[in-house]
Nanobody, 114 residues
Framework: VKLVESGGALVQPGESLRLSCAAS????????VSWYRQVPGKERELVAT???????NYADSVKDRFTIARDNDKNTLYLQMTSLKPEDTARYYC?????????WGQGTQVTVSS
């Protein structure tokens, strides 16, 4: 059971970035999946969640700027981020609560700086 994030980068304020999370070892389409982010010294923060049926929820801080999506055929979760701000700088993790385990990826670093 594995989640592997990719797509993190150093970008300037106002730019866009898309993160991906490849899932393996479980039936991806049967579970809700989420993006979290964490800054050193702070608690991990829920960014967005997408349900089995495609319903989405977002943190107020990213609403209208970030879009979570899933491709069940590719077993992949995405996070499209637009109008990035310096305060979006963090390590971004994907997460899924399976029947018997909570699964986290290793994270991908997003840095927003001029």
């Amino acid at each position: 059971v594995k989640l592997v994030e990719s797509g993190g980068a150093l970008v300037q304020p106002g730019e866009s970035l898309r993160l991906s999370c490849a899932a393996s070892g479980f039936t991806f389409s049967r579970f809700a999946v989420s993006w979290y982010r964490q800054v050193p010294g702070k608690e991990r923060e829920l960014v967005a969640t997408i349900s089995i049926g495609g319903s989405t929820n977002y943190a107020d801080s990213v609403k209208d700027r970030f879009t979570i999506a899933r491709d069940n055929d590719k077993n992949t979760l995405y996070l499209q981020m637009t109008s990035l701000k310096p305060e979006d700088t963090a390590r971004y993790y994907c997460y899924s609560k399976l029947s018997l385990a909570n699964v986290w990826g290793q994270g991908t670093q997003v840095t927003v700086s001029s």
